[in-house]
Each structure stands twice: as C-alpha cells, then as structure tokens.
Nanobody, 124 residues
Framework: QVQLVESGGGLVQAGGSLRPSCAAS????????MGWFRQGPGKVREFVSA????????KLADSVKARFTTSRDNAKGTVYLQMNSLNPEDTAVYYC?????????????????WGQGTQVTVSS
C-alpha cells in the first residue's frame, strides 16, 4: 500500500556531502517510522538510521552517527538522510523503509515497505 522512492544519490568525492530523500506515496507518511539502510558490494544490508513517525526522535548507527543525520517533513511525505564527511566505505545502495508498528526499529525484518534504492558512490 505504501510506495517509497529514493532519490538524491550520486557520485561524490571523499569528504563531500549528499542528502538523499525518500518520497512516500499518498498524502502522508506520518503513520510510519522511517529507516535508512545501505548495502555495499558483497555486504549485508545494514542499518543506518531511523526516525520516529513524528520526527521527535532518531537513531543512527554507531558507524555513522558523527557524520549522518535523518529528518522528515511529514507535510511533504518525505524523509531525508543528510550525509557529511563521506568516505569510500560509505559507497552503497541506500534504501529507505517504512515500519507500521515500531518506534525506532533497527532491523531489516522490522520494516514493512522498501524503496528501490539509490546509489551513493564516494570516490577517493
């Protein structure tokens, strides 16, 4: 019932920034906690961030919490992942996901809906 479409990935040099976004179908995504995950080549899909349905709280993976943050604009039905100080280890396909039930879910199997992913490539 929920369709998620990521955009805003691309190629960036090490040390640069990107701000992918995820647009949800329908009028609002305010019912759902929203997460970002990433999957690099030959790697498992790993948790990056989560934000509560209201946007009042967020959680970042330890590996990125000093550099990334997530936000949402429920009026626009959009969530964002602000990525700063990127390094080549951040190269991955980044996926947004929506969870109907959780608060700040961190596991892949917590989420009910997934976007198609957007490629982020960080060059050295």
């Amino acid at each position: 019932q929920v369709q998620l479409v990521e955009s805003g990935g691309g190629l960036v040099q090490a040390g640069g920034s990107l701000r992918p976004s995820c647009a949800a179908s329908g009028r609002t995504c305010s019912r759902y906690a929203m997460g970002w995950f990433r999957q690099g080549p030959g790697k498992v899909r790993e948790f990056v961030s989560a934000i509560t349905s209201s946007g009042s709280a967020r959680k970042l993976a330890d590996s990125v919490k000093a550099r990334f943050t997530t936000s949402r604009d429920n009026a626009k039905g959009t969530v964002y992942l602000q990525m700063n100080s990127l390094n080549p280890e951040d190269t991955a396909v980044y996926y947004c996901a929506a969870d109907r039930n959780g608060y700040l879910p961190t596991s892949v199997n917590d989420y009910d809906y997934w976007g198609q992913g957007t490629q982020v490539t960080v060059s050295s």
